[in-house]
């Protein structure tokens, strides 16, 4: 089946350190993958995608690289603010167009000044 | 508004009651989704919704929820004798049509949410 797994938070870093935030997923055929962020008493709100392998999504300093040979999504950036507290969820959507998002567990974010 | 809307932001019931949640999607846009949001489950499909085809009700947790989407536009969720477990945060997402046959899905829209607390 489908599944995405990524790393546990709370992850705690200092204004302008790096970032990384694991996402490994399990599908078949060629699924879109997707990084979703959840603001503090915010909605979901799409960061950055991609769709086929080697692709890259970026959006406001974050990438992410669509890794099929490791079935990976990691998010990362250069310099972390402290706006970018967040929950990050990693999703998949199985190939074949428009489908249901599967979701990571989530990541929470906390940046400190 | 241009974006996904929701009503209520939150409901307050008691167990056993019916709630009805409503989703206002973007306009244009014929996929609608349902998902829901707990502590204890993460985030979960619930339904989605394509044009006139038939929805996909394979998320759904028990038969106690069930959803409709009249006119291709508005939807509402509805749980019927809530138990303390369904309280979550209900999401209601939207997106265009994949017109080009491309394999890839269309980027999904969240709403606000509706928080639901079952007491």
């Known amino acids: 089946g489908n599944s995405v797994t990524q790393m546990e938070g709370p992850v705690t870093l200092s204004e302008e350190a790096f970032l990384t935030i694991n996402c490994t997923y399990t599908?078949?055929?060629?699924?879109?993958l997707f990084w979703y962020v959840q603001y503090p008493g915010e909605g979901l709100q799409l960061l950055l995608k991609?769709?086929?392998?080697?692709d890259k999504g970026s959006n406001k300093g974050f990438e992410a690289t669509y890794r099929k040979e490791t079935t990976s999504f990691h998010l990362e950036k250069g310099s972390v603010q402290v706006s970018d507290s967040a929950v990050y969820f990693c999703?998949?959507?199985?190939?074949?167009?428009?489908?249901?998002?599967?979701f990571g567990a989530g990541t929470r974010l906390a940046v400190h000044p | 508004g241009a974006g996904v809307s929701q009503s209520p932001s939150n409901k307050v019931t008691e167990k056993g009651k019916d709630v009805e949640l409503r989703c206002d999607p973007i306009?244009?846009?014929?996929?609608l989704y349902w998902y829901r949001q707990s502590l204890g489950q993460g985030l979960e499909f619930l339904i989605y919704?394509?044009?006139?085809?038939?929805?996909?009700k394979s998320g759904l947790p028990s038969d106690r929820f069930s959803a409709e989407r009249t006119g291709g536009s508005v939807s509402t969720l509805t749980i019927q004798r809530t138990q303390q477990e369904d309280s979550a945060v209900y999401l209601c997402?939207?997106?265009?049509?994949?017109?080009?046959?491309?394999?890839?899905?269309?980027?999904?829209?969240f709403g606000p949410g509706t928080r639901l607390l079952v007491l």
């Open positions: 919704f394509q044009g006139n085809s038939a929805p996909d």
């Open positions: 999703a998949l959507s199985p190939s074949g167009g428009y489908n249901k998002l599967i």
């Open positions: 997402a939207s997106s265009s049509i994949n017109i080009r046959g491309t394999r890839y899905a269309e980027t999904q829209y």
């Open positions: 306009s244009g846009h014929t996929a």
């Open positions: 991609a769709t086929k392998a080697d």
């Open positions: 599908a078949t055929g060629y699924p879109s």
